[in-house]
């Protein structure tokens, strides 16, 4: 189906399949390709920018500024955020081709060639900018706002208005409003279907309007004041009425300013309404998850606001040398800022652990930052830590299973059964409702070891149905056929199935799942393959003689040789 992580970007899997084919698995390469999209994106920005305006400085200082921006960190470091850099990538081809198309498209009405209002747009640029929006699309579904976007610049610096009829400017866009429409409805099945999407009886339309209200003036102050930046900022509890209506009677003064200056100053209402318009789909007015903002989402949509000011202010410096050599100043002093701050943001992206240590410090009560932060503390190995946090985690974020899921683990491997048991029952029971599958991996997981392995084998076949590519899916139920207490679950033939299939998926570079093809080989009789494949396993994984997974290892392969199928309360 092409859906992963709850969203549709078969382009961007794509992008990630390919880096992964020529460097493998490689944080470092991945990293490298954001970075290399993001750049492309900033020079694009520039050109797109110099090809409509002819305004070689202030292209430049909006590039820079896009570029350099700290807020801009969340979405080159996040490796999984890959589909900001890639759809902005697109889209910026798609504007650059529109550029191109509407230039011809006014020098044809200037020479005569076309009679007024009748230019037919079926030619080379206009069908690589629709071309260029479906892949943009197939990045990431936040641009379905681009044909707005493009009636905006045709107003300014386009300037087609009067020149073209709006009916025509209007219907020249019509295959891409068809576009925009079909991809809305289908983004919005697939996050109904498989994102945590939040019903108006949990977060009201008076909640979410006065959540969309503050963030819209929240983006804006992190822009000018771009300190105290988070990867997880926390649904509040309450609003402040008095705060939200001032805010609102804000941001409808500006708009209304900038409708007031529109003859004067066209470049005002176009880079505050491109920030208002491209904003939409991502400003939580479909509330997922508890979170209410996200540095990533500004990625595109403050370039709006970005060519407003360097417009502005290179308006104001235009008449005399003094002003232009403040401008310039004022300008260098903020991009070298910028830099230093973009930096210093980085250095919390060294891993989990000081990533949401920072964003803790900034945010305050954060559970789904507590909970990520003892996930960080676990695979570090300081598991006491990490059961400290999951234990807030579980406080701040009531009735949600995965808090639970991860404490149990961290006690059952301090030797505290008996808590862990109770954590993966409170793990059950808060997670009968899960509906993605990896949430459905986590419960069948906490049902093995409660020993209810028939509702483990249920949880993971709804897994594999959501997502038929799931090796994780497929390890885990060919690890329970394989070696199930209950012989009424074996199933030797289908966990061997099971376990091939992930081990060629994963090109048999996991020892985990070339281990339980081990066992699922053992438990169909071919002990002379599970031998061979489990010393196969035992050569890639690291050697750690203390380690558990080594000392079961030794065991399974012993169990293996006398032709014994391990059981999983062999242990």
């Given at each position: 189906?092409?859906?992963?992580?709850?969203?549709?970007?078969?382009?961007?899997?794509?992008?990630?399949?390919?880096?992964?084919?020529?460097?493998?698995?490689?944080?470092?390469?991945?990293?490298?390709?954001?970075?290399?999209?993001?750049?492309?994106?900033?020079?694009?920005?520039?050109?797109?920018?110099?090809?409509?305006?002819?305004?070689?400085?202030?292209?430049?200082?909006?590039?820079?500024?896009?570029?350099?921006?700290?807020?801009?960190?969340?979405?080159?470091?996040?490796?999984?955020?890959?589909?900001?850099?890639?759809?902005?990538?697109?889209?910026?081809?798609?504007?650059?081709?529109?550029?191109?198309?509407?230039?011809?498209?006014?020098?044809?009405?200037?020479?005569?060639?076309?009679?007024?209002?009748?230019?037919?747009?079926?030619?080379?640029?206009?069908?690589?900018?629709?071309?260029?929006?479906?892949?943009?699309?197939?990045?990431?579904?936040?641009?379905?706002?681009?044909?707005?976007?493009?009636?905006?610049?045709?107003?300014?610096?386009?300037?087609?208005?009067?020149?073209?009829?709006?009916?025509?400017?209007?219907?020249?866009?019509?295959?891409?409003?068809?576009?925009?429409?079909?991809?809305?409805?289908?983004?919005?099945?697939?996050?109904?279907?498989?994102?945590?999407?939040?019903?108006?009886?949990?977060?009201?339309?008076?909640?979410?309007?006065?959540?969309?209200?503050?963030?819209?003036?929240?983006?804006?102050?992190?822009?000018?004041?771009?300190?105290?930046?988070?990867?997880?900022?926390?649904?509040?509890?309450?609003?402040?009425?008095?705060?939200?209506?001032?805010?609102?009677?804000?941001?409808?003064?500006?708009?209304?300013?900038?409708?007031?200056?529109?003859?004067?100053?066209?470049?005002?209402?176009?880079?505050?309404?491109?920030?208002?318009?491209?904003?939409?789909?991502?400003?939580?007015?479909v509330q997922i998850g508890e979170a209410t903002m996200g540095d990533r989402h500004t990625y595109m949509t403050l370039v709006g606001p970005t060519i407003s000011l360097v417009w502005l202010i290179g308006e104001w410096a235009q008449p005399n040398l003094i002003r232009k050599c403040v401008a310039g100043g004022a300008?260098?002093?903020?991009?070298?800022?910028?830099?230093?701050?973009?930096?210093?943001?980085?250095?919390?992206?060294?891993?989990?652990?000081?990533?949401?240590?920072?964003?803790?410090?900034?945010?305050?009560?954060?559970?789904?930052?507590?909970?990520?932060?003892?996930?960080?503390?676990?695979?570090?190995?300081?598991?006491?830590?990490?059961?400290?946090?999951?234990?807030?985690?579980?406080?701040?974020?009531?009735?949600?299973?995965?808090?639970?899921?991860?404490?149990?683990?961290?006690?059952?491997?301090?030797?505290?059964?008996?808590?862990?048991?109770?954590?993966?029952?409170?793990?059950?029971?808060?997670?009968?409702?899960?509906?993605?599958?990896?949430?459905?991996?986590?419960?069948?997981?906490?049902?093995?070891?409660?020993?209810?392995?028939?509702?483990?084998?249920?949880?993971?076949?709804?897994?594999?149905?959501?997502?038929?590519?799931?090796?994780?899916?497929?390890?885990?139920?060919?690890?329970?056929?394989?070696?199930?207490?209950?012989?009424?679950?074996?199933?030797?033939?289908?966990?061997?199935?099971?376990?091939?299939?992930?081990?060629?998926?994963?090109?048999?570079?996991?020892?985990?799942?070339?281990?339980?093809?081990?066992?699922?080989?053992?438990?169909?009789?071919?002990?002379?393959?599970?031998?061979?494949?489990?010393?196969?396993?035992?050569?890639?994984?690291?050697?750690?003689?203390?380690?558990?997974?080594?000392?079961?290892?030794?065991?399974?392969?012993?169990?293996?040789?006398?032709?014994?199928?391990?059981?999983?309360?062999?242990?």
């Open positions: 189906r092409g859906i992963v992580a709850k969203n549709w970007h078969p382009v961007t899997i794509l992008s990630f399949l390919l880096t992964h084919q020529f460097f493998g698995n490689n944080p470092g390469a991945e990293h490298l390709v954001n970075a290399t999209f993001h750049a492309a994106n900033a020079v694009l920005l520039f050109v797109v920018l110099l090809q409509m305006t002819g305004a070689m400085g202030r292209s430049a200082a909006v590039a820079a500024i896009f570029a350099w921006h700290p807020l801009r960190v969340e979405s080159v470091c996040w490796i999984s955020e890959r589909k900001d850099v890639l759809f902005v990538f697109f889209m910026l081809l798609s504007l650059l081709c529109y550029v191109r198309y509407a230039r011809r498209a006014r020098a044809m009405l200037e020479a005569g060639t076309v009679v007024r209002g009748h230019e037919r747009p079926w030619n080379g640029p206009y069908i690589l900018t629709l071309v260029f929006f479906v892949l943009s699309f197939m990045s990431k579904g936040t641009v379905v706002t681009l044909p707005f976007l493009l009636l905006l610049l045709d107003y300014w610096p386009l300037g087609r208005f009067g020149r073209t009829s709006f009916e025509r400017l209007f219907a020249e866009k019509v295959p891409f409003f068809g576009l925009s429409i079909v991809f809305s409805a289908f983004t919005f099945w697939v996050h109904q279907t498989y994102a945590d999407v939040r019903s108006l009886g949990e977060y009201g339309l008076a909640v979410r309007f006065e959540n969309v209200t503050l963030s819209y003036l929240v983006y804006l102050g992190h822009f000018f004041w771009p300190w105290h930046l988070a990867l997880l900022y926390p649904f509040p509890r309450s609003f402040d009425r008095v705060q939200v209506g001032l805010g609102f009677l804000l941001l409808a003064g500006i708009s209304a300013l900038c409708v007031l200056e529109r003859k004067h100053r066209p470049y005002l209402a176009v880079g505050w309404f491109w920030y208002l318009g491209t904003m939409v789909p991502v400003i939580n007015l300008l260098g002093a903020a991009l070298g800022l910028c830099v230093l701050l973009t930096r210093g943001q980085m250095m919390y992206w060294q891993n989990t652990v000081t990533l949401f240590e920072h964003t803790i410090a900034v945010t305050g009560e954060n559970g789904l930052a507590q909970n990520a932060l003892a996930t960080g503390l676990e695979h570090q190995g300081r598991l006491r830590q990490a059961a400290v946090r999951y234990r807030i985690a579980i406080a701040l974020l009531p009735n949600i299973y995965y808090p639970h899921y991860r404490l149990a683990g961290c006690l059952r491997q301090e030797g505290y059964k008996r808590q862990a048991r109770i954590e993966y029952q409170a793990a059950v029971s808060d997670g009968c409702n899960s509906r993605d599958y990896i949430s459905d991996l986590n419960l069948a997981a906490a049902l093995t070891h409660l020993g209810r392995y028939h509702n483990a084998v249920q949880c993971i076949e709804t897994a594999l149905r959501v997502n038929p590519y799931a090796t994780e899916a497929m390890n885990n139920l060919a690890w329970i056929l394989a070696t199930c207490p209950d012989p009424k679950i074996r199933d030797g033939p289908r966990a061997v199935q099971l376990a091939e299939h992930a081990c060629k998926l994963t090109n048999y570079k996991e020892a985990i799942f070339i281990g339980t093809l081990a066992a699922a080989y053992a438990q169909a009789g071919s002990f002379d393959k599970a031998v061979v494949t489990a010393e196969e396993a035992f050569a890639i994984a690291p050697p750690n003689p203390n380690s558990l997974a080594f000392q079961r290892n030794q065991k399974v392969l012993q169990l293996y040789n006398a032709h014994k199928a391990y059981r999983e309360n062999n242990e």
